[in-house]
C-alpha cells in the first residue's frame, strides 16, 4: 500500500523533528549515525528517515554501500513560510497584550 505522506503530519512526531534537528547540524549523515543519537532501535529510526524522505523533507544520496541523508532546504522553507503569517498574527497579538499590560499598570 502506498501511502502519501503529509510534511505536517511527518514532523508532528517528535522523534521526527529531532532527526531534522540533528541533521540541521550537520551536512549529511548517514542511518546508522543517526540512530546512535537516540535510544531506539535502528529499524525504527529507519522509519523515521523514510517518512521523512517520501514527504521530501530529507534527501537521499547513495555513498558507496551506505545511505547519506541530509535536509531540503526548499521543502523547510516551504513549510517555514506557511507557518509565518501564523507566526507574526501571535507576535502582534502578544505586542498588543504587552501594550495593554504596560498601560494597565502604568494607571495603577
Not at 503530519?9 to 517528535?14: E, F, K, L, V
Not at 548517514?30 to 543519537?37: E, F, Q, R, V, Y
Amino acid at each position: 500500500m502506498n501511502l502519501r505522506r503529509d510534511v505536517f503530519q511527518a514532523i508532528a512526531d517528535p522523534t521526527r523533528r529531532a532527526i531534522l534537528l540533528l541533521l540541521a547540524t550537520a551536512p549529511s549523515m548517514t542511518a546508522g549515525t543517526i540512530a546512535s543519537h537516540f535510544d531506539t532501535a535502528r529499524p525504527t529510526v529507519s522509519k523515521h528517515l523514510q517518512i521523512l524522505s517520501e514527504c521530501s523533507l530529507l534527501h537521499q544520496k547513495q555513498q558507496g554501500r551506505e545511505i547519506h541523508y541530509h535536509i531540503n532546504a526548499e521543502k523547510m522553507k516551504e513549510v517555514a513560510d506557511f507557518i509565518e503569517p501564523f507566526r507574526k498574527m501571535w507576535d502582534d497579538r502578544f505586542n498588543k497584550l504587552e501594550t495593554v499590560m504596560k498601560n494597565y499598570l502604568s494607571k495603577k
